[in-house]
């Protein structure tokens, strides 16, 4: 038996197995980095796949195909709609029905701009091409704003709601616009870790929505507020409206991906589904970008309630931004959508 072989095939073991840990176990140093990576063990583990059968030790070819099979139905299960059994089992996400289609679909976009840095053309570009009718930015600066206003945002977009800046900011203040007249709106709508999460409420088609840019803070400036910021964004199911029901959109970088458990929780206790997932059209990678290298994780975010689910979905490259943008059709599966 190789002794190097078996050790590196243990501490892939565990390092897969760390998606696994209970919620809120997640939240320390490197574990969170860790788990956010477990997609790239892949080639790693067919490396030791075929070193295992060079090697002729069959119960370690064994461990490591079962390793490789687990991550390959990780991967998978962005494209392949697996039985419901093995949703919880593996994945530990429900993705919920696909969009219906009732009454009309809007379309929303999301993106982290930077610092600010994101060009503001290029995002009115996107947001005229793909016809955006709500747009929530991350890591927005009063610069940004104005060079977004200089470029035309305001014909397409014409309601805006900022998030209120100060010093918890997690790169820039969030911000929403939106296409529509809302029937309110708030800078600051739940109480958690990081920059502030404006909302806004529209109606639409005879249902209230209720809209959100949000950022949670990233590991680096904190592993408790990272998970502070995940738990609080529940609080945006809790919001109620005068106007009845109210399904709810959230859109940002939310700092984790489908891998870590405290994402898993917030979308259990808040009674979110991820749009992404839920449309089973392969994975949107978000992160990094403009680096000239692939984005190599999903951590931008379409989360989603109250019946709607998504239509469609693409990422989009916005140059100055190390993130890319999310743009997704949303649909409703309620039958008082029409």
């Not at 079962?66 to 392949?80: A, C, I, P, R």
């Not at 503001?120 to 206003?149: G, H, N």
């Not at 943008?325 to 959508?337: D, E, F, M, Y």
């Amino acid at each position: 038996m190789n002794t190097t072989l078996t050790v590196l095939l243990i501490v892939t073991a565990v390092w897969i197995g760390l998606r696994y840990l209970p919620p809120g176990a997640d939240r320390h140093r490197p574990l969170i980095e860790l788990i956010a990576l477990i997609d790239l063990l892949a080639l790693p583990l067919l490396i030791l796949l075929v070193w295992s059968v060079l090697a002729q030790d069959w119960a370690q070819c064994l461990l490591a195909l079962l390793e490789v099979t687990l991550v390959t139905l990780l991967g998978f299960s962005y494209s392949l709609r697996l039985p419901l059994h093995l949703d919880h089992l593996l994945v530990g996400m429900e993705a919920g029905p696909p969009a219906a289609r009732k009454g009309g679909t809007f379309t929303v976009m999301t993106l982290n701009c930077r610092y600010g840095r994101a060009d503001p053309r290029a995002v009115v570009r996107a947001v005229e091409r793909d016809s955006v009718d709500f747009l929530a930015l991350q890591e927005v600066s009063d610069s940004l704003v104005a060079s977004l206003k200089a470029a035309g945002l305001d014909r397409s977009l014409p309601y805006r709601q900022d998030g209120l800046p100060g010093p918890d900011d997690n790169g820039g203040y969030n911000v929403l616009y939106s296409r529509r007249r809302p029937a309110c709106s708030s800078p600051d709508s739940i109480s958690m870790p990081g920059s502030t999460v404006p909302v806004m409420e529209v109606r639409m088609d005879g249902r209230t929505i209720l809209l959100a840019s949000a950022h949670p803070k990233s590991p680096q400036r904190g592993a408790a507020d990272w998970g502070a910021g995940l738990s609080g964004l529940t609080g945006l199911t809790g919001l109620s409206s005068a106007d009845g029901p109210t399904q709810t959109v959230v859109m940002g970088d939310l700092n984790a991906d489908f891998h870590h458990p405290s994402f898993r929780a917030l979308l259990a206790r808040g009674g979110f589904r991820d749009a992404s997932f839920s449309l089973r059209r392969g994975e949107h990678r978000t992160f990094p970008a403009g680096w000239g290298l692939p984005a190599l994780i999903e951590i931008d975010h379409i989360l989603l309630t109250g019946g709607l689910s998504p239509t469609c979905m693409k990422t989009v490259r916005i140059p100055g931004s190390d993130h890319l943008g999310l743009v997704a059709g949303i649909g409703s599966n309620r039958p008082g959508g029409d």
